[in-house]
C-alpha cells in the first residue's frame, strides 16, 4: 500500500470511531482501538483511562441516554514506520441529555490527538487525547 492508501485507511478508522459511538455501536467501537489503548480526556471533564474495555465500558455508561453527534475535520496524519502513525483532528461536537439532567445540551471544540498502530487486521488507535478549546452548554429552563 502505498502512503496515501495508509494514511485513508486511518481517515477511515476515524470515521469509524466517530459513527459507532453515535450510533452507541459499542462492540464495533471497541475494535477500533489497540487492547491497551492510552485515553486521556480529562480536558473534557473525564479521567485517563488504560484498556480499550474500560473505555468503552465506561461510554456505555455515561452515554446510554445521551444523543451524541461528532463530527472531525482537517486531519494531519503523519506515518511515523510502517506501522505507526500520529495524528491530529479538529472535532466538534453535540450532546444532548434527557429531561431532567443537569445539562440539557453541550456544544464542544476542540482536537483528538491520536497515535495509532498497524496491526494484522488493519490500523487501531493507540492512544487518544482530546483537548478542548471552548464550551458552550445549554441548562434546564
Same mark, same amino acid.
Given at each position: ?16 470511531? %466517530? ?12 475494535? #477500533? %482501538?489497540?487492547? !491497551? ?6 480536558? !473534557?471533564?473525564?479521567?485517563?483511562? /488504560?484498556?480499550?474495555? /474500560? %473505555?468503552?465500558?465506561? #461510554?456505555?455508561? #455515561?452515554?446510554? !441516554? ?8 482537517? $486531519?494531519?496524519?503523519? #506515518? ?12 466538534? !461536537? ?25 496491526? $494484522? ?15 458552550? %452548554?445549554?441548562?434546564? /429552563?
Amino acid at each position: 500500500m502505498t502512503e496515501s492508501d495508509e494514511i485513508e485507511a486511518i481517515k477511515r478508522l476515524k470515521a469509524r470511531y %466517530f459513527r459507532t459511538l453515535d450510533t452507541k455501536d459499542w462492540g464495533g467501537l471497541l475494535n #477500533l %482501538f489497540v487492547p !491497551d489503548v492510552e485515553i486521556d480526556v480529562t480536558a !473534557d471533564g473525564g479521567s485517563a483511562t /488504560e484498556g480499550a474495555a /474500560e %473505555f468503552v465500558s465506561t #461510554l456505555e455508561q #455515561l452515554l446510554a !441516554d445521551v444523543i451524541t453527534v461528532h463530527h472531525g475535520h482537517m $486531519p494531519e496524519i503523519e #506515518l511515523t514506520s510502517a506501522t505507526t502513525a500520529t495524528g491530529i483532528w479538529a472535532m466538534e !461536537d453535540h450532546l444532548w441529555w434527557p429531561e431532567g439532567s443537569p445539562i440539557r445540551h453541550l456544544h464542544g471544540y476542540g482536537h483528538y490527538h491520536e497515535t495509532y498502530t498497524r496491526m $494484522p487486521e488493519g490500523w487501531r488507535i493507540g492512544s487518544l487525547r482530546l483537548t478542548r478549546l471552548h464550551r458552550e %452548554f445549554r441548562l434546564p /429552563e
